[in-house]
Structure formats: structure tokens, C-alpha cells
T-cell receptor, first 112, second 120 residues
């Protein structure tokens, strides 16, 4: 059973701070990793994909991947109240379909 | 990325009835997926809908309960049959974005707006 673990939170940070969201996974052969943002009552929106070890930056978002530790994280710099949402980590299956398994998500609250 | 629409956006249904959810994409896609998201839970894959072949169901989901159609490369339906209150959930369709020509192990999934189902 492939597992993706996230702290459910809520993670509360002040506006302008760095929010750090973490995810661990069990499938050692996974090659693709995704972060989705889901606002309350809305569907998940893809915000980052990462496939290689190291950091990938896109605007205020940085995804970090460490395959040896089976760990992926998302950093949000200069957090804004509009970043308040649930962030879902998704990990692609190894071999075959590569269909991702989703974590339960971490609720982020950015307070003014 | 592809534009995905779902109908209905929400519904309230009586126990024992069935509801068919439609998913329409504005471009041709090979694979479409149906997920369920129960309150406070993450996304659970119900099945993969492939055009021209039977849907592939995940463990715990069966065709009699969740029949799926995929008549062409832009459309799919999911039916929730003989509903009970435990079927109350958000149902989401998603597609893989093939426009970038990515290899299969790097493909990204994009979600429709979802259908919020309440069964009384």
C-alpha cells in the first residue's frame, strides 16, 4: 500500500513569513511529485511539480525533493492571507501507470 | 492546460437512487480519472476511464456501484448507483495534460471543478 503522509495542521503563520509544508512517502521508486492547493469548496489546483532531487523555484514557491529520505517539501515565501488553503502532496506511483497517490493535505492559515 | 467542466456542480439525492456525473474536456485526452473526496479526507482514485476499453477500477470500487462510460476522447460519465448516505462526497474528474509531450512518468493531472453530492 503506497502511502503519502502529511501533517494535517493547521499550520498558522503570520503574513510575510515563510510557510514550510512537509510530506513523506513510502514508494521508494516514485519519480514524480506534485503539490496542489485546494481552497475550501474548490477543486485541487496544481502549483508545483518536481522530478529531480534538489530545489525547484517558481515565484514565491519552492519545492524541495530528497529521494533518499523519501521526503518532499513546499516552501511559500512572503506568505499572504490568500495563500490560506489546504496543500495536498501527491506522489506518482513507480512503474506502470504512474498515477499519483494523494496525502490528506496540510491546512495553512496565514494571518494578517 | 485543458479546460474541464463537470455537471452537475452539486446535487441532493435520495437514498437508493442513482446520479450520473458528466465530465467534459475542451481537448482530446487519452486518460481520464474519477476521484472521490470525502469530508476531511484526501483524494481517492475510483477508476481510470480509457476510451475504447473498460474502465480500470481501484481496490474497493466496483463497476456495479460506479459504472463509467468513455464514449470519446473528450467526455466521460460516472454513475453513483443505489446511493446511500456514505456516498456523500465530492466527485472529481481529472485528466493528464499531454500537450507538453511529457513522458508518462512526468505527466501532470488537472482537475475539474467537482460535483458535491449529498445523499439523504
Amino acid at each position: 500500500q503506497k502511502e503519502v503522509e502529511q501533517n494535517s495542521g493547521p499550520l498558522s503563520v503570520p503574513e510575510g513569513a515563510i510557510a514550510s509544508l512537509n510530506c513523506t512517502y513510502s514508494d521508494r521508486g516514485s519519480q514524480s511529485f506534485f503539490w496542489y492547493r485546494q481552497y475550501s469548496g474548490k477543486s485541487p489546483e496544481l502549483i508545483m511539480s518536481i522530478y529531480s532531487n534538489g530545489d525547484k523555484e517558481d515565484g514565491r514557491f519552492t519545492a524541495q525533493l530528497n529521494k533518499a529520505s523519501q521526503y518532499v517539501s513546499l516552501l511559500i515565501r512572503d506568505s499572504q492571507p490568500s495563500d490560506s488553503a489546504t496543500y495536498l502532496c501527491a506522489v506518482g506511483a513507480s512503474g506502470g501507470s504512474y498515477i499519483p497517490t494523494f496525502g490528506r493535505g496540510t491546512s495553512l492559515i496565514v494571518h494578517p | 492546460s485543458a479546460v474541464i467542466s463537470q455537471k452537475p456542480s452539486r446535487d441532493i439525492c435520495q437514498r437508493g437512487t442513482s446520479l450520473t456525473i458528466q465530465c467534459q474536456v475542451d481537448s482530446q485526452v487519452t486518460m481520464m480519472f474519477w476521484y472521490r473526496q470525502q469530508p476531511g479526507q484526501s483524494l481517492t482514485l475510483i477508476a481510470t476511464a480509457n476510451q475504447g476499453s473498460e474502465a480500470t477500477y481501484e481496490s474497493g470500487f466496483v463497476i456495479d456501484k460506479f459504472p463509467i462510460s468513455r464514449p470519446n476522447l473528450t467526455f466521460s460519465t460516472l454513475t453513483v448507483s443505489n446511493m446511500s448516505p456514505e456516498d456523500s462526497s465530492i466527485y472529481l474528474c481529472s485528466v493528464e495534460d499531454l500537450s507538453s509531450g511529457r513522458a508518462i512518468n512526468t505527466r501532470e493531472q488537472f482537475f475539474g471543478p467537482g460535483t458535491r453530492l449529498t445523499v439523504l
